[in-house]
């Protein structure tokens, strides 16, 4: 690793720290991905593992290329080529939402994407916006396998459930352990709303909080469902949410066009079998209705083409003035001595120390990207006041729900509902005022990571 120069903080995951970095040879800009150490190694291990196996099978435009691994002091690095941003820093970017069009080519990629990991029965298992990285010219390319899978064959059981809580398909949430390629075509109808709204179709805040989001919009669970939910001692005590008067989709975003509402009731459907596959969904009028497919599919190309030739440029100009820029006499003298050929703990504390202001000037940096393809009036990473959201572990949730019974839903919930939702820890009322105020006071991303770490609730056997 010594010849990958460090050159700021891109993300962080709860098993991985994600570094931009120079590759001091080529001058090539990657991402390396460090797997952290955690209580539970052999976990850690196994995750970097599978992402490794699986990314070496898996080679597409619209899925992030791995470059290199390497292994030093029993730690795991996997070199990625560095992609410029996520849809989440779009999403933080314009928190009312991305336009149609825009929303449309990311989609379409996004698709294509999952359709290739399918196609190889493969499922990604933890389909989300920070999961989808997008090039400078808006290439998309899905990435972190670490909870991806290979598909057995029929009658094979899965770990009973993964994949971030307000993406989880009923089948994850409620235990099945036999689910399929369908997880991940509920994710892109999560997606689909998200990314035109601004704002998360079932933002659950417990498992069970999850459940009552998707069955007032959607209606009440299959019998399969029901029945395992009640079999699940983690559920033991509670009672499932019956729906008298659902808010459907429809109701609820009726600005959006019928082409969109379709493909997100398509994927959508609360029983699984019923959800198209991703080759059917390409298929559908919001990509086919004015020839857009076959239209975006050139642009794709060229997009693609451009993305090589930038790759190449970059590397032909190795360290180039603007680099040298970006950060402080005092910060350059810190990032210099960030190889990786240093004790990991010193040179993590040495990351961690210019972690603030190198993540700001990556954020900087992002943000301008972002602006040359936005326009310049906005500052996609200005961002309110981040308050800090209760932790809820898995574990904790089933307790704190344990014997509650979730009120029944009517139509027009009202002050008393939210409150006694509030009260019993279930977080605010979709639609509601008061909802979209606390949202946008955070980042989704602190959201994310304080209130839904789904990681924490992974159950990772398989
Ligand atoms: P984790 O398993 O920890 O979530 P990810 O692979 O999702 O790890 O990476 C964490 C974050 O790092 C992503 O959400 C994204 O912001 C950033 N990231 C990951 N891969 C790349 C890449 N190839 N280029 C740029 N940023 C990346
Ligand atoms: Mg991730």
């Not at 992609?83 to 336009?99: I, M, R, S, Y």
């Not at 574990?395 to 002050?415: R, T």
Request: proline letters at 5%.
């Amino acid at each position: 690793m010594e010849k990958y120069q460090a050159l700021g903080l891109v993300g962080e995951g709860s098993y991985g720290v994600v570094t931009k970095c120079r590759n001091k040879d080529s001058g090539q800009i990657v991402a390396v991905k460090k797997f952290l150490e955690s209580e539970d190694d052999a976990m850690v291990k196994k995750m970097a593992l599978r992402e490794i196996k699986l990314l070496k099978q898996l080679r597409h435009e619209n899925l992030v290329n791995l470059l290199e691994v390497c292994k030093k002091k029993k730690r795991w690095y996997l070199v990625f080529e560095f992609v410029d941003h996520t849809v989440l820093d779009d999403l933080e970017a314009f928190p009312n939402g991305l336009d149609y069009s825009r929303v449309r080519k990311y989609l379409f990629q996004i698709i294509r994407g999952i359709a290739f990991c399918h196609s190889h029965n493969i499922i990604h298992r933890d389909i989300k916006p920070e999961n989808i990285l997008v090039s400078q010219s808006g290439v998309v390319k899905l990435c972190d396998f670490g909870f991806a899978r290979t598909l057995e064959a029929s009658g094979e059981a899965y770990t009973d459930y993964v994949a971030t809580r307000w993406y989880r398909a009923p089948e994850l949430l409620v235990g099945d352990i036999k689910y399929g390629k369908a997880v991940d075509v509920w994710a892109i109808g999560c997606l689909v709303t998200e990314m035109l709204t601004g704002e998360p179709l079932f933002p659950g805040d417990s498992d069970i909080d999850q459940l009552y989001h998707i069955t007032k919009c959607l209606g009440n669970l299959i019998p399969r469902h029901k029945e395992l939910f009640y079999k699940n001692p983690l559920f033991a005590g509670v009672r499932l949410p019956e729906v008298k008067d659902i808010e459907p989709l429809d109701r609820r975003y009726p600005k959006l066009s019928a082409a969109v509402l379709d493909l997100a009731k398509k994927c959508l459907q609360i029983d699984p079998g019923k959800r198209p596959s991703c080759v059917e969904l390409l298929q559908c009028d919001f990509f086919n209705k004015d020839g857009f497919a076959e239209r975006f599919a050139q642009e794709l190309k060229l997009k693609i083409q451009k993305d090589a030739r930038d790759n190449q440029l970059q590397k032909k100009s190795k360290i180039s003035k603007k680099d040298k820029d970006d950060c402080s006499g005092e910060e350059r003298k810190m990032l210099a001595i960030q190889d990786f050929n240093i004790d990991p703990k010193s040179r993590d504390a040495k990351l961690f120390k210019v972690k603030c202001p190198k993540a700001d000037a990556e954020k900087a940096e992002r943000s301008s990207n972002l602006s040359s393809l936005y326009g310049s009036a906005i500052n996609p990473f200005k961002i309110g006041p981040q308050t800090s959201l209760k932790d809820s572990s898995s574990s904790l949730d089933y307790a704190k729900n344990a014997g509650i019974v979730i009120p029944p839903i009517i139509q027009n919930l009202s002050a008393t509902t939210a409150s006694m939702r509030m009260n019993a820890g279930m977080g605010p009322v979709p639609g509601n005022h008061n909802y979209r105020f606390l949202m946008k006071k955070q980042s989704f991303r602190q959201i994310r990571k304080n209130g839904n770490s789904p990681r924490q609730m992974c159950v990772c056997q398989n």
